[in-house]
């Protein structure tokens, strides 16, 4: 992966004034990375440049960074004018991770959002849908466990 | 009788609501996914979805496992697409390892996945059939698809998990003589698929069931992320192999298929459209197979890996399908993300279900891809008053009503 923090990829113009740096992930991804608040903020700006149909929100992948003491979540979107991938990188903190919601920028968040509460505890403010047991057997939502989490023990 | 009559106060009226729980074993389901339908006489009100049924934890899983033992673990999460997962997380290995496959490899990949997409394209053209009630057309379809199955089989050496892909390779290499046997078997599936989809065109009971029904705008797919033949039936030109340009895409000539029309005919129309695009993909490639290896020695693969990223996406016969793997270095993947385009497809046009009628979700589930009931709420008319409420069973079970 390689920093560039000086040159702003065109895609990300409309998102300028929010991005604290970005980088390039392999194959020839835009990670743009943001404050966890200005997320919504950043699709909305992009979904106003490109159009409703210009874009669409392709998946959302959070990972357990433990030894930094942080929840690092992903939000890629497919920018179809462009051609281009691009992804909203944030960061919130383990023992509380609230960001929130991108559901009512982006309805395709649902499923991503859902998994990554059950799976990873992540709150997502504003999804009416969050529950336990979205994917993850009863039996190990009730005792409170988030098995993608590094210290889950499964 | 009459007397009886003008003594009643009331009227019950039963059901107003009733919810269909479609799923998880149902005959339209082909994953075990429940999506509760909440229907007002014959149109659905309400739909939501339910998961977990089949969950196996294939991402911690994967983080236990070596990144070449992966490779197995990532060809099992579907058994229709599994050369597609495999293609994808080994791209994404191949990325953090910079290492490039040879052209003939490259071929030979995309050969593998675009008869995976024949028959799972097939299979699914074949369900709807089935759900809308012309179980002769699913049978001949079936038969017919066993063709394209024995051309996976000599590709790839098995009919359906393949476990064809490896890191800077495919596992098994073309000669001629197998050259000859798929192109005789292309030869003999193309004027079937042809048939079969002229029945889709003319037949009056299909037209029927399929012509504007689930009909999505192309700002519903947007904002839902709907993907594949879903989202080109509604206009909206996605395909990874044109975004990403992936193996052989780059150099092999394909078109994007869409349509405008949005509904499950179009959705159905476009999948046999792609299967003709997969017939001219494959013939190409049988025809302009490059020279050399295609087989790497998996001796020299490396067993730690460096430390990286990377998100790589494939066009699965059902959408975009992408992969997240993480390295911290070693030989154990830091975290793996499979996104399937079913989780998209399935879960997100829950909401489409409603103004539907009921004996419609099944065939919009087959072309995206559904039970028996349990009333919920009445009415209660009262005839002094003149009013209309709803009320629960359980508030009419206690006398509230």
Same mark, same amino acid.
């Given at each position: 992966?390689?920093?560039?923090?000086?040159?702003?990829?065109?895609?990300?113009?409309?998102?300028?004034?929010?991005?604290?740096?970005?980088?390039?992930?392999?194959?020839?991804?835009?990670?743009?990375?943001?404050?966890p608040?200005?997320?919504?903020?950043?699709?909305?700006?992009?979904?106003?440049?490109?159009?409703?149909?210009?874009?669409?929100?392709?998946?959302?992948?959070?990972?357990?960074?433990?030894?930094?003491?942080?929840?690092?979540?992903?939000?890629?979107?497919?920018?179809?004018?462009?051609?281009?991938?691009?992804?909203?990188?944030t960061?919130?903190?383990?023992?509380?991770?609230?960001?929130?919601s991108?559901?009512?920028?982006?309805?395709?968040?649902?499923?991503?959002?859902?998994?990554?509460?059950?799976l990873?505890?992540?709150?997502?403010?504003?999804?009416?849908?969050?529950?336990?047991?979205?994917?993850v057997?009863?039996?190990?939502?009730?005792?409170?466990?988030?098995?993608?989490?590094?210290?889950?023990?499964? | 009788?009459?007397?009886?009559?003008?003594?009643?106060?009331?009227?019950?009226?039963?059901?107003?609501?009733?919810?269909?729980?479609?799923?998880?074993?149902?005959?339209?389901?082909?994953?075990?996914?429940?999506?509760?339908?909440?229907?007002?006489?014959e149109?659905?009100?309400?739909a939501?979805?339910?998961?977990?049924?089949?969950?196996?934890?294939?991402?911690k899983?994967?983080?236990?496992?070596?990144?070449?033992?992966?490779?197995?673990?990532?060809?099992?999460?579907?058994?229709?697409?599994?050369?597609?997962?495999?293609?994808?997380?080994?791209?994404a290995?191949?990325?953090?390892?910079?290492?490039?496959?040879?052209?003939?490899?490259?071929?030979?990949?995309?050969?593998?996945?675009?008869?995976?997409?024949?028959?799972?394209?097939?299979?699914?053209l074949?369900?709807?059939?089935?759900?809308?009630?012309?179980?002769?057309?699913?049978?001949?379809?079936?038969?017919?698809?066993?063709?394209?199955?024995?051309?996976?089989?000599?590709?790839?050496?098995?009919?359906?998990?393949?476990?064809?892909?490896?890191?800077?390779?495919?596992?098994?290499?073309?000669?001629?003589?197998?050259?000859?046997?798929?192109?005789?078997?292309?030869?003999?599936?193309?004027?079937?698929?042809?048939?079969?989809?002229?029945?889709?065109? =003319?037949? $009056?009971?299909l037209?029927? &069931? %399929?012509?504007?029904?689930?009909?999505?705008?192309? *700002?519903?797919? #947007?904002?839902?992320?709907?993907?594949?033949?879903?989202?080109?039936?509604?206009?909206?030109?996605?395909?990874?192999?044109?975004?990403?340009?992936?193996?052989?895409?780059a150099?092999?000539?394909?078109?994007?298929?869409?349509?405008?029309?949005?509904?499950?005919?179009?959705?159905?129309?476009?999948?046999?459209?792609?299967?003709?695009?997969?017939?001219?993909?494959?013939?190409?490639?049988?025809?302009?197979?490059?020279?050399? =290896?295609? $087989?790497?020695?998996?001796? &020299? %693969?490396?067993?730690?890996?460096?430390?990286?990223? *990377?998100?790589? #996406?494939?066009?699965?016969?059902?959408?975009?399908?992408?992969?997240?793997?993480?390295s911290?270095?070693?030989?154990?993947?830091?975290?793996?993300?499979?996104?399937?385009?079913?989780?998209?497809?399935?879960?997100?046009?829950?909401?489409?279900?409603?103004?539907?009628?009921?004996?419609?979700?099944?065939?919009?589930?087959?072309?995206?891809?559904?039970?028996?009931?349990?009333?919920?709420?009445?009415?209660?008319?009262?005839?002094?008053?003149?009013?209309?409420?709803?009320?629960?069973?359980?508030?009419?079970?206690k006398?509230? *009503?």
């Amino acid at each position: 992966m390689s920093s560039d923090p000086l040159e702003i990829p065109d895609v990300l113009k409309p998102i300028e004034n929010l991005l604290k740096g970005v980088m390039i992930m392999k194959p020839g991804r835009i990670v743009a990375l943001l404050e966890p608040g200005d997320v919504v903020k950043a699709y909305a700006a992009l979904k106003a440049r490109y159009g409703e149909t210009g874009l669409y929100f392709s998946t959302l992948v959070a990972t357990d960074l433990k030894d930094e003491g942080k929840i690092r979540i992903d939000y890629y979107i497919n920018v179809l004018e462009k051609n281009q991938y691009v992804v909203l990188r944030t960061y919130v903190p383990r023992d509380d991770p609230r960001i929130e919601s991108l559901l009512k920028e982006a309805p395709a968040a649902l499923p991503g959002e859902c998994e990554a509460y059950d799976l990873l505890g992540v709150v997502f403010e504003g999804n009416p849908h969050l529950r336990r047991a979205f994917f993850v057997p009863e039996e190990v939502a009730e005792k409170g466990i988030f098995p993608l989490r590094k210290d889950a023990g499964v | 009788m009459t007397e009886e009559v003008s003594k009643a106060d009331k009227v019950v009226e039963i059901p107003m609501t009733v919810e269909i729980p479609v799923g998880p074993q149902h005959p339209a389901v082909h994953e075990p996914i429940l999506i509760k339908v909440y229907a007002e006489g014959e149109y659905v009100v309400k739909a939501e979805a339910y998961t977990g049924y089949n969950h196996r934890g294939v991402e911690k899983l994967a983080e236990k496992k070596t990144f070449y033992q992966d490779i197995f673990l990532c060809g099992r999460v579907c058994g229709i697409c599994n050369t597609v997962h495999a293609d994808c997380y080994v791209r994404a290995l191949e990325h953090i390892l910079n290492k490039e496959p040879p052209p003939r490899a490259k071929y030979l990949r995309t050969l593998a996945m675009e008869l995976e997409r024949l028959h799972s394209h097939m299979l699914i053209l074949a369900v709807t059939a089935e759900i809308v009630g012309f179980d002769t057309l699913f049978m001949h379809m079936m038969r017919d698809r066993e063709l394209i199955m024995k051309a996976k089989e000599i590709v790839t050496g098995n009919r359906v998990l393949a476990d064809y892909i490896m890191v800077g390779g495919v596992r098994r290499d073309l000669n001629s003589e197998k050259i000859d046997k798929l192109k005789k078997i292309l030869t003999k599936v193309e004027p079937r698929i042809r048939y079969y989809w002229r029945v889709f065109e =003319e037949d $009056v009971t299909l037209n029927k &069931r %399929l012509v504007e029904v689930g009909r999505l705008t192309p *700002a519903q797919v #947007t904002s839902h992320g709907l993907l594949g033949p879903v989202a080109r039936a509604s206009g909206v030109a996605t395909d990874s192999r044109y975004h990403d340009a992936y193996d052989a895409y780059a150099e092999v000539p394909f078109r994007i298929v869409t349509r405008k029309e949005g509904d499950c005919m179009a959705r159905s129309l476009v999948r046999f459209e792609e299967m003709q695009v997969s017939l001219e993909i494959c013939r190409y490639i049988l025809n302009h197979l490059p020279e050399g =290896e295609a $087989v790497p020695d998996e001796r &020299r %693969l490396p067993r730690r890996f460096p430390e990286g990223e *990377a998100f790589t #996406t494939v066009e699965a016969p059902r959408g975009e399908l992408t992969y997240y793997v993480m390295s911290k270095g070693g030989v154990n993947p830091y975290r793996v993300k499979i996104r399937t385009p079913s989780y998209n497809n399935i879960i997100n046009t829950v909401p489409f279900y409603v103004g539907h009628m009921i004996a419609d979700v099944p065939a919009i589930l087959a072309s995206y891809d559904p039970c028996i009931s349990c009333m919920e709420r009445v009415v209660v008319i009262d005839l002094r008053k003149g009013i209309r409420k709803k009320v629960s069973m359980r508030d009419l079970a206690k006398g509230e *009503a």
